[in-house]
């Protein structure tokens, strides 16, 4: 299985290419077209940083 924060990393470059390499306007059409994938990095990201 894909590591979901790697996807994610990687939808959010596609998205701020398309964006003229805007990273905020990149990120939020990454969440518009792929939220289930945000979804799951949010958790994982979660996950990762709780262990603390």
Do not use: F
């Amino acid at each position: 299985m894909k590591d979901p924060i790697t996807t994610w990393e990687a939808i959010v470059e596609t998205c701020t290419q398309r964006c003229a390499g805007n990273k905020r306007r990149g990120i939020s059409l990454a969440v518009k077209e792929n939220p289930v994938a945000h979804q799951e990095y949010l958790r994982a990201y979660n996950q990762r940083h709780a262990s603390r």
